[in-house]
């Protein structure tokens, strides 16, 4: 769209977003470029650099090292432990964390407000300090009498606990942000309520859900400080990888440590790009 022209002073009046953002205080060009470096360099020396460490280590004795060292038997059990653990923790708190946002949303009810805190409470709380609650509660002196400790259960338990905000906290500011019409009107034509969600508020929900999913997952990857107490660490049996990675470095095996490091890396940026994607193009299909 061109640029208007003000009668009073012969100026043009900006109208298209670059010309607005041009006239509306924009900062100073040594300002931006200043900013721009300090946020380039902040993240190379938290973010690149690390990483870059972490390859070289992982490939320091060549390729087929590292193929050794991530298809070793102890590191295949391991990674599908935590594959299957995070898997089934993410899916669990999908269905919950919708159901938990849902409730704080659409309902009002005493104690909603400390509900609404407890949520964060993993994000707060040192997961050493869930790991050693959890052994507390469920292991051998378990004050319930269930013990859940060295078994796949209680290291999906442990993760579970810790990834459960992220659904709900990705859910909820779209929940608050849906308008009844839509299911107003769906159930005027006599849609059931379970049809109502399923075709109308489901579909706008989706993205967001498979955002929280997938950051509650990829963070599933990596736990350590939770599942260290309640799994035992057994070899083979109910060592994550996490545990495995810290029991390589114990001794000695620092390139081993960083190869397995890295295939939870790569397991991780996987889910969270393939996730993002797959809710941009929900996003589209919705519009």
Same mark, same amino acid.
């Given at each position: 769209?061109?640029?208007?022209?003000?009668?009073?002073?012969?100026?043009?009046?900006?109208?298209?977003?670059?010309?607005?953002?041009?006239? /509306?205080?924009?900062?100073?060009?040594?300002?931006?470029?200043?900013?721009?470096?300090?946020?380039?360099?902040? *993240?190379?020396?938290?973010?690149?650099?690390?990483?870059?460490?972490?390859?070289?280590? $992982?490939?320091?004795?060549?390729?087929?090292?590292?193929?050794?060292?991530?298809?070793?038997?102890?590191? @295949?059990?391991? *990674?599908?432990?935590?594959?299957?653990?995070?898997?089934?923790?993410?899916?669990?708190?999908?269905?919950?964390?919708?159901?938990? $946002?849902?409730?704080?949303?659409?309902?009002?009810?005493?104690?909603?407000?400390?509900?609404?805190?407890?949520?964060? @409470?993993?994000?707060?709380?040192?997961?050493?300090?869930?790991?050693?609650?959890?052994?507390?509660?469920?292991?051998?002196?378990?004050?319930?009498?269930?013990?859940?400790?060295?078994?796949?259960?209680?290291? +999906?338990?442990?993760?579970?606990?810790? +990834?459960?905000?992220?659904?709900?906290?990705?859910?909820?500011?779209?929940?608050?942000?849906?308008?009844?019409?839509?299911?107003?009107?769906?159930?005027?034509?006599?849609?059931?309520?379970?049809?109502?969600?399923?075709?109308?508020?489901?579909?706008? @929900?989706?993205? /967001?859900?498979?955002?929280? +999913?997938?950051?509650?997952?990829?963070?599933?990857?990596?736990?350590?400080?939770?599942?260290?107490?309640?799994?035992?660490? *057994?070899?083979?049996?109910?060592?994550?990888?996490?545990?495995?990675?810290?029991?390589?470095?114990?001794?000695?095996?620092?390139?081993?440590?960083?190869?397995?490091?890295?295939?939870?890396?790569?397991?991780?940026?996987? +889910?969270?790009?393939?996730?993002?994607?797959?809710?941009?193009?929900?996003?589209?299909?919705?519009?």
């Amino acid at each position: 769209m061109p640029a208007l022209l003000d009668s009073t002073n012969s100026r043009e009046v900006p109208t298209t977003p670059k010309q607005l953002l041009r006239g /509306s205080g924009r900062s100073p060009k040594y300002v931006r470029s200043g900013a721009r470096s300090l946020a380039v360099t902040y *993240l190379s020396v938290i973010v690149l650099i690390p990483f870059a460490a972490l390859l070289t280590n $992982a490939f320091s004795g060549g390729l087929g090292q590292f193929w050794n060292d991530v298809t070793s038997l102890e590191s @295949l059990d391991a *990674l599908r432990l935590t594959l299957l653990c995070s898997l089934a923790a993410a899916v669990v708190n999908t269905v919950m964390g919708l159901a938990t $946002a849902w409730v704080l949303v659409r309902d009002r009810f005493k104690g909603q407000g400390v509900l609404n805190t407890l949520i964060d @409470l993993p994000f707060a709380l040192p997961t050493v300090v869930a790991g050693v609650t959890f052994y507390a509660l469920y292991g051998p002196l378990s004050p319930l009498h269930i013990t859940i400790t060295g078994t796949w259960i209680g290291i +999906t338990v442990a993760i579970m606990f810790v +990834t459960l905000p992220f659904t709900v906290r990705s859910v909820q500011p779209v929940l608050e942000t849906l308008t009844f019409t839509a299911e107003s009107a769906a159930a005027t034509l006599g849609a059931s309520p379970v049809r109502v969600f399923r075709t109308v508020t489901l579909p706008v @929900l989706l993205p /967001s859900l498979l955002t929280g +999913t997938g950051l509650a997952f990829a963070r599933a990857l990596g736990e350590y400080g939770s599942v260290v107490f309640i799994s035992n660490n *057994l070899p083979y049996r109910t060592e994550v990888a996490s545990s495995y990675i810290y029991s390589l470095t114990s001794s000695n095996e620092n390139g081993a440590a960083a190869a397995v490091a890295v295939a939870l890396l790569i397991l991780a940026l996987g +889910t969270l790009v393939s996730f993002s994607a797959l809710g941009r193009f929900l996003s589209r299909g919705a519009k």
